[in-house]
């Protein structure tokens, strides 16, 4: 079964930057698109960039022109480079991988925590 690990998180100031990994691992990984999502306390789950298998990339307004998604199918891995990091952007970060033909998030890591500090 695939398994997902994020890793990368951890604290910095406001202004930062953070580059977040999701590794898979598994016998075969050909996914239509891969997610970053993130969770703040006492707030819903928030989509925030999304990579398809043909490079394609859309962000959320709240990271747009800030944070870069990319997809290295070599490694089995998608990235998350977050840059001008602000306060609002502390949550727990996840990773989500959706296979061929599908219209809802089939796998998901256990995330990892993203803190910025003013």
């Known amino acids: 079964q695939v398994q997902l690990e994020e890793s990368g998180g951890g604290l910095v100031q406001a202004g930062g930057s953070l580059r977040l990994s999701c590794a898979a691992s598994?016998?075969?990984?050909?996914?239509?698109?891969m997610g970053w999502y993130r969770q703040a306390p006492e707030k819903q789950r928030e989509w925030i960039a999304t990579v398809t298998s043909a490079g394609s990339t859309a962000y959320a307004d709240s990271v747009m022109g800030r944070f870069t998604i990319s997809r290295d199918n070599v490694k089995n891995t998608v990235y998350l480079q977050m840059n001008s990091l602000k306060p609002e952007d502390t949550a727990v970060y996840y990773c989500?991988?959706?296979?061929?033909?599908?219209?809802?998030?089939?796998?998901w890591g256990q995330g990892t925590q993203v803190t910025v500090s003013s």
């Open positions: 989500a991988a959706l296979k061929q033909g599908r219209s809802i998030w089939d796998y």
């Open positions: 598994g016998s075969i990984f050909s996914f239509a698109a």
